[in-house]
């Protein structure tokens, strides 16, 4: 399938509180310092380049206590109008996920699910054309698998994460246009290796400098994908299927474990 573009609809949060003062991942490291200028600098030039290629983007007020709220793809997943909200494993981020659910309801979503088990929203949701892809091993509960398959009405294939770094699904694999992907196959148990290759035979396959430059942590909107800077190996292979790979500079956020994708929810229409 030839890479075609769609506009689409992102909520991001923007880094005002940003700060690195605990560690729930193994990029997180309380004793570097966090330029918060540079931070949300950064993070404007990520909002503005969506806006630019012609997509619509919606902001979260950020809060205080929660410098983690730029990592807006945790709070939900949203899949035909349907929003399954969040639940966090961790204390420091729980709080979280009133506030966007609280937002979808004020924009006029009606039918949203709060969840009953711990699932990260697009964190460890991956959307293709034919599946939900769902990670597990870190955040996410495997009970949140079924949970959301009941809800949106969609298969959803299971993936076992196994290494720490790649603590959330999309740190470790990218849904790109219809069923295309590109992943890094040592993030994943072997069973969920073979499993991928069944399931994406023409995948893009990261070498390990890209995925430990969080290059996986991108976006695609069918035809542009907007992926950390630093991911140079997988430039080429992304041209060579169409795609138009622009690279962005989110090295602050990346002190928190995460780049474009984890600072971009999309907002997927009925």
Not at 139 to 158: C, D, K, N, T
Request: charged share 20%.
């Amino acid at each position: 399938m030839r890479p075609t573009f769609t506009p689409r609809r992102y909520l991001m949060c923007a880094p005002t509180h940003f700060k690195v003062t605990y560690s729930i991942n193994p990029w997180m490291d309380p004793s570097k310092p966090v330029d918060l200028a540079l931070a949300v600098a950064q993070w404007e030039d990520l909002r503005d380049r969506y806006r630019a290629l012609g997509h619509t983007v919606e902001e979260l007020e950020p809060r205080p206590d929660l410098p983690d709220m730029v990592y807006a793809a945790n709070g939900a997943t949203v899949v035909d109008g349907r929003v399954l909200g969040a639940q966090f494993a961790h204390p420091q981020r729980a709080d979280e996920a009133a506030i966007h659910l609280a937002w979808y309801r004020a924009q006029g979503f009606t039918e949203i699910l709060e969840p009953e088990y711990i699932n990260e929203g697009e964190g460890d949701f991956a959307v293709t054309a034919s599946w939900l892809l769902a990670g597990r091993g870190f955040r996410s509960s495997p009970l949140s698998h079924p949970e959301a398959q009941e809800f949106f009405g969609r298969p959803v294939i299971g993936l076992d994460l196994v290494d720490p770094r790649y603590y959330h699904l999309d740190t470790a694999l990218c849904a790109l246009g219809g069923d295309d992907v590109m992943y890094y196959p040592a993030a994943f148990s072997a069973g969920s290796r073979a499993a991928l290759a069944r399931l994406f035979p023409d995948a893009i396959i990261a070498e390990e400098a890209d995925a430990a430059a969080l290059g996986l942590n991108a976006v695609c909107d069918g035809l542009h994908v907007l992926l950390p800077q630093g991911a140079v190996g997988l430039f080429e292979p992304l041209r060579e299927r169409g795609y138009e790979p622009i690279g962005i500079d989110l090295s602050e956020l990346l002190k928190g474990g995460g780049s474009v994708k984890c600072c971009t929810a999309e907002l997927r229409p009925a």
